[in-house]
């Protein structure tokens, strides 16, 4: 029998002789000795007898309900601490020994969220995977601390899975699916002449250490086109992470055509001969989502002969006789060849036909047939004028276009446009088809087909009433994900899709899918081009000199628009979503100059605002838009102070040769408020935190006493982990105006009292899993955290977190720093130095020498503090003597003293 005990010391003895089989064991303070025969435990500290009752409530709890033997097969299955979700019991060891049906299959583990009491070697609470039947297998690294949507492939077919729990500190716990790989999940070859290609699990999480090698061969006479709809691997420079290679051929000898990670300008790729290799690799660490292409056989034919005019995209293109819109020669011949993918078709629509007349079209002629030869149709033959030719719609993937002049008699010729869509029966390009939910849930508003001229604006509009759908928008089969997904769009929050400047990169089909948790629905919309380069307003000799620009606001906040044109008979006017807005001088003030004010703006307000500047002696008009967003404001109190996908650190800095080693690399995410000043010249020069949408606290100095700083040069950085790359995390953005920094009226350079200064960003924030607010709490918070050691109180901990100097004169840190450091009582504080100390001002830190204090550079980063799984905002990082010296601590800005000042300027 073996008992273990964590508490404020532990030691165990094992005695063999004497009282049959013993255990001495030291308890806070009294020792126990426990006979193994009589069951007795005497108290030899002179304190009595123990029973064994209460001596096993201090002993290792044994939970039947998590020692189990799980035969794994199909699906799998989860695991889950004790509990689950609430917290799991203290003194707890569970083990799950997984054995796979098929002995020759591959184990996996996808962990939907863990919280584990965290620590740095995980040697408290953990969980941990031995790759066998037994403790004595080979282990995986324990698991411990804040791990959410990560697959583990272990490559046994047998695991044991332990959990260990210790006396104290008690945490969510886990849930964990196990599985088996399908052999689906990893193709090896596809011969198809069309198909979807994945990484394992999509759209789930792919695993670590992954590697699969997929041929795609079709029919000798084709070659492959592939295009990625989804791509979202680990990023890295150059995507030395996880990735996936293409490779054009039948081997990794072949020429490489692409090694990609992410989405890129270029997700379209096509073989050059009728095999493409494709190569998917995931390293040990960081699971995404992954990716998912489909690849279709498409013919190997010269796509144009002749001397046609042809402008072609992935999906859609414009097609003209010979020197359209002058005169097309004359003995003239040219053909072109459209081929779609398998599973669609071709539309067609005519901008101009100007041709020979003739009865029969024999003399000069635009043949249109449908299929490849020699089993191809007619779709007609067009000669003469007609000014609104019928649009077409092929019935195979395959459109071969003639064009034929004779001799005599030349004309302007054709123009037409075409697409690529979907092979859907019940669909029209001229009409969107709405369908139903159980024919209880439908489209309240679907989006129209246009034609657009290049450059103009257009807003396509799709809602539904169903109560838990979200809509999501798809170009040509390509999501559109972020606010802007590709020059000239933008998606808007009321799910409207705004073209903001009409080009031939964005005609095509979109897509407004209703996502529901019952299924997806979709209408489509088509938008073309119109016919003509340009929208023509050079005639026009309107000249903006202010244009309104997309801005965001809060709920609340005082918008402006501005919009200025030179000329003397120019009147200005706006219009919101199309429609003239008028100045109610409640809602909207339209200033005789142009600009426009809303003093308080409302969900209701956004959209796209266009100024429009009219000449009345010239007749002409010129228009500029912008897209005004209106952005609810977030619950602060409930979402501040909470990590979610980064635990911080509670360890207690070590002692090293008489020395402190406290500052250590932070987990990505644990701190979710920390702030970087950047500037071009001064790099990383401070630190802040983020308090909601638009403002961030930082220290005053760190505007005041840098010489020649420029407010305009500076880059606010948020979400940042990673010192010297940016990250697919990470938001930037800079600050409004001057007036933008708020530096407190009492501020002191010399003394560096009242060192704090609020600053409003240029842009609002988007909070994320790894951007979000810190909390400020109340005064009588702050005060009972500040109260230190005085008057026999207990000493306080604080976290200090910046990329500052790991130590006077010595390097930046590449990584997030955190050091834990005691809060000191203020007569010490006062005795430390010679410099001034106000009541504005508290000090932390330790007596001994520390590497990893705060230092140069950590200015005006936070001093945070826990409260109910909760961080506060306590100081700020202001003023100290050196780095980390002995007798010496850092000062910091007690912010507790300001909360009401801080709270009214974010309110203004």
Not at 253 to 280: G, K, P
Not at 617 to 630: D, G, P, W, Y
């Amino acid at each position: 029998m073996h008992f273990t005990f964590r508490l404020t010391e532990r030691k165990v003895r094992f005695w063999g002789k004497g009282c049959g089989a013993c255990i001495l064991v030291l308890l806070v303070g009294t020792v126990y000795l426990f006979d193994l025969v009589t069951q007795i435990c005497v108290d030899v500290s002179g304190n009595g007898e123990l029973s064994p009752d209460r001596l096993l409530r201090h002993a290792r709890e044994v939970n039947d309900e998590c020692n189990l033997t799980l035969t794994v097969s199909g699906n799998g299955g989860t695991i889950s601490s004790p509990g689950y979700p609430e917290k799991y019991p203290s003194n707890t060891d569970c083990r799950w020994l997984l054995v796979s049906e098929d002995p020759n299959a591959t184990l996996f583990l996808r962990i939907d969220t863990l919280q584990i009491e965290p620590d740095t070697n995980c040697k408290l609470d953990y969980l941990q995977v031995h790759l066998g039947s037994s403790t004595l297998a080979p282990a995986l690294d324990p698991l411990c601390g804040n791990i959410k949507d990560r697959v583990i492939k272990t490559n046994s077919s047998t695991l044991l899975v332990v959990f260990h729990s210790d006396p104290v500190y008690e945490d969510r716990g886990f849930s964990v699916d196990y599985f088996t790989q399908s052999a689906g999940d990893c193709k090896t070859s596809l011969t198809g002449s069309s198909g979807v290609i994945r990484s394992p699990g999509f759209p789930n999480n792919y695993p670590d250490k992954t590697d699969c090698w997929t041929l795609i061969t079709v029919k000798e006479d084709k070659k492959i086109a592939l295009h990625f709809d989804s791509l979202d691997l680990e990023y890295g420079d150059n995507c030395t992470f996880d990735y996936v290679q293409i490779y054009d051929g039948a081997t990794r000898e072949s020429r490489l055509l692409a090694q990609v990670c992410s989405r890129q300008d270029i997700s379209h790729y096509e073989s050059t001969a009728n095999n493409l290799l494709i190569h998917f690799h995931s390293d040990e660490s960081v699971n995404r989502k992954g990716y998912r292409a489909q690849y279709s056989a498409i013919g190997k034919r010269t796509l144009v002969t002749g001397d046609c005019l042809w402008e072609s995209g992935d999906n859609n293109g414009t097609i003209a006789s010979p020197n359209y819109p002058a005169h097309y020669p004359s003995s003239s011949n040219c053909s072109i060849w459209l081929q779609a993918p398998e599973d669609q078709k071709i539309f067609i629509q005519f901008d101009a036909l100007q041709l020979e007349i003739e009865v029969n079209c024999s003399y000069d002629f635009l043949q249109i047939n449908d299929g490849p030869p020699p089993d191809s149709k007619s779709m007609g033959r067009f000669c003469g004028k007609n000014s609104d030719p019928k649009n077409l719609t092929s019935a195979t993937n395959e459109v071969e276009i003639l064009f034929h002049s004779d001799d005599f008699a030349e004309f302007s010729g054709f123009k037409l446009r075409y697409m690529f869509m979907k092979n859907e029966s019940e669909s029209t390009p001229e009409q969107a088809i709405i369908k139903q939910i159980n024919g209880k849930f439908s489209f309240d508003t679907i989006p129209n087909n246009a034609t657009l001229s290049i450059g103009s604006s257009h807003m396509l509009r799709c809602n539904t009433r169903h109560p838990l759908a979200k809509i999501r928008w798809l170009k040509d089969d390509h999501f559109l994900a972020g606010g802007s997904p590709m020059p000239g769009l933008k998606v808007l929050n009321n799910n409207t899709l705004w073209i903001k400047s009409m080009d031939h990169h964005l005609a095509g089909r979109y897509t407004c899918a209703m996502v529901t948790p019952e299924e997806t629905i979709s209408v489509d919309a088509y938008i073309l081009v119109e016919s003509g380069a340009k929208r023509n307003e050079s005639s026009c000799g309107i000249v903006f000199r202010k244009i309104p620009r997309d801005i965001s606001y809060a709920e609340g906040e005082f918008a402006h628009l501005e919009c200025l044109a030179s000329g003397t008979h120019v009147q200005i006017s706006w219009e919101k979503d199309g429609q003239p807005l008028k100045n109610d001088g409640n809602r909207v003030t339209i200033l005789p100059n142009g600009f426009i004010f809303l003093p308080k703006v409302a969900l209701s307000d956004a959209g796209v605002y266009s100024c429009v500047a009219y000449d009345n002696v010239a007749n002409c008009q010129k228009k500029e838009s912008a897209f005004l967003q209106i952005i609810e404001r977030a619950p602060i109190d409930e979402i501040c102070g909470k990590p979610k996908v980064g635990m911080p650190s509670k360890d207690i800095p070590l002692m090293e040769h008489g020395k402190i080693v406290g500052g250590h690399n932070t987990k990505k995410g644990a701190y979710p408020w920390q702030v970087m000043l950047w500037e071009p010249t001064l790099k990383s020069f401070c630190g802040g935190s983020l308090l909601n949408e638009r403002w961030i606290a930082t220290a005053a100095h760190c505007f005041i006493n840098y010489k020649g700083l420029r407010w305009d040069r500076i880059v606010i950085k948020l979400g940042k982990h990673d010192r010297e790359h940016e990250e697919e995390e990470e938001f930037r953005t800079g600050i409004a105006d001057p007036s933008s920094i708020v530096v407190h009226p009492a501020y002191n350079k010399v003394t560096f009292d009242n060192d704090l200064a609020l600053v409003r960003l240029r842009d609002h924030v988007h909070f994320s899993d790894y951007i979000l607010p810190v909390c400020l709490g109340d005064r009588d918070l702050g005060e009972k955290f500040l109260a230190g050691s005085s008057g026999g109180s207990p000493i306080y901990m604080g976290t200090v977190t910046g990329w500052g100097k790991l130590k006077e004169f010595g390097p930046s840190p590449r990584y997030l720093q955190e050091i834990r450091l005691p809060i000191v009582d203020q007569k010490i504080c006062l005795a430390s130095t010679n410099y001034t100390v106000s009541r504005n001002m508290f000090c932390a830190g330790y007596a001994q020498e520390i590497l990893g204090d705060a230092c140069h550079g950590d200015s005006g980063g936070p001093f945070l503090m826990p409260h109910r799984e909760r961080w506060y905002l306590v100081g700020i990082v202001s003023w100290g003597e050196g780095c980390g010296k002995a007798n010496k601590y850092g000062f910091y800005t007690r912010i507790p003293n300001y909360l009401p000042w801080i709270k009214g300027i974010m309110k203004s």
